[in-house]
T-cell receptor
Framework: DAKTTQPPSMDCAEGRAANLPCNHSTISGNEYVYWYRQIHSQGPQYIIHGLKNNETNEMASLIITEDRKSSTLILPHATLRDTAVYYCIVLINYGQNFVFGPGTRLSVLP | GAVVSQHPSRVICKSGTSVKIECRSLDFQATTMFWYRQFPKKSLMLMATSNEGSKATYEQGVEKDKFLINHASLTLSTLTVTSAHPEDSSFYIC????????????FGPGTRLTVT
């Protein structure tokens, strides 16, 4: 079973920030939080990952709570092309297979 | 970023035939590759872990004699669906782990298999 829970779906207006939450209350100290997304009929695309510090790259920001039991993926200016299923995954950082939950289906609306 | 390709992207075959799907890491070596299956509107389910030069490790419920996996080189893993049935119709996705790195897995674009 996936170790994370996410809302099944979210809407976001184009140009606005999309904030996608993820709960991982059973995360252990050496497990990372990874975010991937899957656009319809394509393979998953890596977005970002982190351990306990907040992370930012050209695609998104990852905010991890101090107790590490939850995190939020932020797409600062969502576009229509960001419509996808977003998966939050936790695993130890040495090449484990990913366990995908159902993810959050983000719909960016014009 | 690293690129993983799959071939073919789509395939239609008749029941009882076998289909081979290739997964290649184009610009890096991958000692480990993973094979996933995804049914419509469902999440990805891991089928097996493929390690170069050794036998694949299959997840519970996945028939190793039906889904043959070969990882003969550091850049190629193949999945062969033998004696395909309509219920094998699915989206098959591979991912590759860069050798010597454990930060990111790179996923292929997927192969849509339809068995008629």
């Amino acid at each position: 079973d996936a170790k994370t829970t996410q809302p099944p779906s979210m809407d976001c207006a184009e140009g606005r920030a999309a904030n996608l939450p993820c709960n991982h209350s059973t995360i252990s100290g050496n497990e990372y939080v990874y975010w991937y997304r899957q656009i319809h009929s394509q393979g998953p695309q890596y977005i970002i990952h982190g351990l306990k510090n907040n992370e930012t790259n050209e695609m998104a920001s990852l905010i991890i709570t101090e107790d590490r039991k939850s995190s939020t993926l932020i797409l600062p200016h969502a576009t229509l092309r960001d419509t996808a299923v977003y998966y939050c995954i936790v695993l130890i950082n040495y090449g484990q297979n990913f366990v995908f939950g159902p993810g959050t289906r983000l719909s960016v609306l014009p | 970023g690293a690129v993983v390709s799959q071939h073919p992207s789509r395939v239609i075959c008749k029941s009882g035939t076998s289909v081979k799907i290739e997964c290649r890491s184009l610009d890096f070596q991958a000692t480990t590759m993973f094979w996933y299956r995804q049914f419509p509107k469902k999440s990805l389910m891991l089928m097996a872990t493929s390690n170069e030069g050794s036998k694949a490790t299959y997840e519970q419920g996945v028939e190793k004699d039906k889904f043959l996996i070969n990882h003969a080189s550091l850049t190629l893993s193949t999945l062969t669906v033998t004696s395909a049935h309509p219920e094998d119709s699915s989206f098959y996705i591979c991912s590759a782990l860069i050798s010597g790195s454990s930060d990111e897995q790179y996923f292929g674009p997927g192969t849509r298999l339809t068995v008629t």
